[in-house]
Nanobody
Framework: QVQLVESGGGSVQTGGSLTLSCAAS????????MGWFRQAPGKEREGVAT??????QYRDSVQGRFTISTDSAETTLYLQMNNLEPGDSAMYFC????????????????????WGKGILVTVSS
């Protein structure tokens, strides 16, 4: 059973930074696609950044501001978020998928199989 637990959310002002962490337990393999997704009130869930081995994918609006990475043991997934904007405010979710590529996972959250409960990020102007 795969379990994903997010941490590190909070409130910051525009231009600030946050680092989200996702602790993974269970049968997570390096061949899995891991990713961060977000959902703002009244909006659909969208891909933010995904990763599998050395391949990463980012949605256009966060390219250059966010960085996805894992620790050496590949048990923790991170999302470093810099220069945050009010439009980045949302519930952020960590997810894993066994049979999806980073691009497919980013573009279609339904391709991801395992999900954390989410953590709130609020960016004020």
């Amino acid at each position: 059973q795969v379990q994903l637990v997010e941490s590190g959310g909070g409130s910051v002002q525009t231009g600030g930074s946050l680092t989200l962490s996702c602790a993974a337990s269970g049968y997570i393999y390096s061949s899995y696609c891991m990713g961060w997704f977000r959902q703002a009130p009244g909006k659909e869930r969208e891909g933010v950044a995904t990763l599998r081995k050395s391949e990463t994918q980012y949605r256009d609006s966060v390219q250059g501001r966010f960085t996805i990475s894992t620790d050496s043991a590949e048990t923790t997934l991170y999302l470093q978020m810099n220069n945050l904007e009010p439009g980045d405010s949302a519930m952020y979710f960590c997810a894993a998928g066994r049979n999806t590529s980073p691009r497919a996972g980013l573009n279609a959250p339904g391709n991801m199989e395992y999900w954390g409960k989410g953590i709130l990020v609020t960016v004020s102007s």
